[in-house]
């Protein structure tokens, strides 16, 4: 057997600096254990990463791949937006799929992206479709009586209580406006949101300040991560929680400490769509018996 035989090879992705390491199980069954993930997502002795994406056979022969999401405290994730959007470029990029349109499995269901621009510097533009947002407090999950547009929320660190608005889109979220971004302690607030009893899975927190009616920025606390520089998913969020709040119109530029991307949404039924930019950067290799 090889060095390669014994390493698990893997490819650094990101967008807007949410970063991603993607492995290709399509070919090999080998497990990977949660200890394992949060050694591969230490930033100090493994890889690093937001999100490790396990690619692997479909059931369904219409979809490209299966796909699993980690966070890097090795706890699962139910969807990544950015991480739908670096797949499809993976994919691409290594002719796994041939054409614009990409579909993936993703807990059970269907998720489609549209390559809409690349190049041969792999500089591509994507969307990712996230389906339509569910507000119902038993599906998100949040405990509540009834369906709220926003929830007063006390935590110990805020003299009165919150207005959060809370949303799934294939994960929970709970996004909070602000007059200003620099004003919020996320590393105090993020957790006492994600451990409040309200979410009995946890959530993941956006801040969002509004600057107009097609722009906004967020700051994003993610579950199992911490604060993050950008999340897909994140960011539809804050776009939906702001128009249903009546202050952003259906196309908004969502601005995050790693970038920005554009969410569209109609209302009602109508899917999210994110438009984001997957970077490649860097292929390698680590030693199994590193984390085996």
Known sequence: MNYYEKSLVFTKMHVCGNDFCLINRTSDRYSITPSAIQYLGNRHTGIGFDQLILLERPTDSNNAVAVQFFNSDGT???????????????????????????????????????????NSQDEYTIEVNLGSPNFHPNDVPFHSHKQQKQY???????????FVSVLSLGNPHAVVVVRSLDSVPLDILGVEIQQHEAFPRSTNVEILEIQDDSNGKIRIFERGVGETRASGTGAAAASVAGQCLDFFADSVNISMPGGT????????????????????AFTGTIPFSSFS
């Open 76 to 118: 699962k994730t139910e969807q990544c937006g950015n991480g739908c959007i670096a797949v499809a470029a993976f994919l691409y990029k290594h002719r796994l799929v041939r054409e614009s349109h990409v579909r993936m499995e993703i807990s059970n269901q269907t998720t489609e992206c549209e390559i809409i621009q690349f």
């Open 152 to 162: 007063e929320l006390e935590v110990p660190s805020q003299a009165k209580p919150l």
């Open 261 to 280: 991307v554009l969410v569209r949404w109609e209302g009602q039924d109508s899917a999210v769509i994110v438009r984001g930019k997957p970077s490649f």
